[in-house]
């Protein structure tokens, strides 16, 4: 299984490209399910589970091509409805194929996606917004089984909140299903994120009609039919602000292409009270650490607020800042596997309920450590890049679902980092 052996301590600089978004480009992949014809999606990443993707939507009868950093997708015939436990299982979010294939095929058989190591991770919410517009739902020996009524999917005011705020996957599942039906949907408290954001712009590229993009209030009119596009996914914002750490944590200066850093106003604000200052360019942005790391109390939270596909890498970072800093998960309480690893490179870092306390260390030490998901092995690689010695951090498969050629990027800013089959 392979391994990713960092020597360490290193100090970053260079240009990071930042690939397109793997969050965005997932749903509108499935987007694609509502325009029988060829799509092209622009700026796809290379990564394990936009592959897991490409072959649940050839299971339904799509054919999916790559073709350098475009994905041609073909909905002509899509012949079978059923999202198999055997593909859904490698991927939580092939839940997003729902809703498009609900609205293209008038029935829906979609595996109920499982929980993972971030939290149980429920689809409720989807389901709920998928019957408000009209929908049957039963479930079926760990199948979802959708049918669309004798009328068709009817519009309507839909409330998408839940425990923790909005839904990220449930607000593309419901307005990709929205699109397609009769009369008006407006969804409140829908989710923010640049990468539904993205996902709407696309749609009405397709011929959607939906306004509000950006905003909790989601207004869908829906269309009769939606035609095939070509898109450009946005820069990925996770893969970006990974980099953003990367550069604070290791003292050095990177300067990163094709991301925005208007999508990151609560990363840049966190950075720049820890020491790290973000300057905009054209197409990107140059960051650099400008004294000690400084202590931080963290929160994660919906968009706009701090993400939670950051706060690993914060938590990397913080373990190195003198003083104590406090990062409280809203998002997913449990997801706090890092912590332990953390600690075996030296760090000191204590769980408290949906808290993790950080008392800063001097410094971290190598040690053998363990990737649990795609966003801790991030931080454990970041930590390697810190820490003393020759950190290895096992299953990186994990980080392979998430980050195009993540050593290769940082061992062309100064990163050493070799992958190995342990
Ligand atoms: N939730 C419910 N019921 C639902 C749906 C969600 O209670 O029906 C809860 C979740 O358990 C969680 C919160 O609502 O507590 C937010 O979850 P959300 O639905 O927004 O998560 P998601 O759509 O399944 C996406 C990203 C995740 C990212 C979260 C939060 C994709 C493919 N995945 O997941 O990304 O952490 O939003 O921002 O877009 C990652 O890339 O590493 C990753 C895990």
Redesign the pocket.
Known sequence: MDALEIEGPVRLDGTVHISGS??AA?PIMAATLLAPGESVIEQVPRLADIAVLGQLLQSLGARVERDGADIHIDTTKIDHPVGEYDIVRKM??SICILGPLLARCGRAKVSMPGGCA?????????LRGLRALGAQIHLENGYIVATVPPGGLRGGPIFLG?????????TANVMMAATLAQGRTIIESA?C?P?IADLANCLNAMGARVHGIGSPRLIVDGVTRLTPVRHRIIGDR?EAGTFLVAAGLTGGRLTLTNCQPDNMVAVVDRLAHIGVAVEARDDGCVVRRTGELRPADVTTQ?YPGF???LQAQFMAMLALAEGNSVITEK??PDRFMHVAELNRMAANIRKEGPCAIVAGVRELIAAPVMASD??ASAALVLAGLAAWGKTVVHRVYHIDR?YERIEEKLNAAGARIVRKDL
Do not use: W
Request: no cysteine; net charge negative; hydrophobic share 35%.
């Open positions: 793997k969050n997932l939580r979010a971030i939290g149980d991770r429920p689809v409720d919410i989807h839940g425990p923790f705020g909005s839904t990220v996957l449930g989710a994120e990468e996770i919906p993400p939670t596909d998002i997913f795609l966003r998430g």
